[in-house]
């Protein structure tokens, strides 16, 4: 089973982002994926979940401008990040639940 994250990049505040991750290896479609962020003033930070009923769930700091998606034909889940701010900066990761599997990560950067 393989995790490939993509999508990042360098991004000016109030822009957007949509970050990628493919599943391979197995059934995605059965599969809870999350999306985790990795910053300098956090080990790690949930942000979003999203089973394979595709019922997500948010952390209190996602909510509002964090949209986590799947496509299943694509075995593949979304993480849309609108209005981003310099906050954001940091290392997005996905993660495989049933398997208890990281990617490898998509760094974005916001700057001006």
């Known amino acids: 089973v393989q995790l490939e994250e993509s999508g990042g990049g360098s991004v000016q505040p109030g822009g957007s982002v949509r970050l990628s991750c493919k599943v391979s290896?197995?059934?995605?479609?059965?599969?809870?994926m999350a999306w985790y962020r990795q910053t300098p003033a956090y080990r790690r930070e949930w942000l979003a979940t999203?089973?394979?009923?595709?019922?997500?769930q948010y952390a209190d700091s996602a909510k509002g401008r964090f949209t986590i998606a799947r496509d299943n034909a694509e075995s593949t889940v979304y993480l849309q990040i609108m209005n981003l701010q310099p906050e954001d900066t940091g290392i997005y990761l996905c993660?495989?639940?049933?398997?208890?599997?990281w990617g490898q990560g998509t760094q974005v950067t916001v700057s001006s």
């Open positions: 993660l495989l639940i049933e398997h208890n599997l």
């Open positions: 290896g197995t059934t995605f479609s059965r599969l809870t």
């Open positions: 999203i089973g394979s009923s595709e019922r997500t």
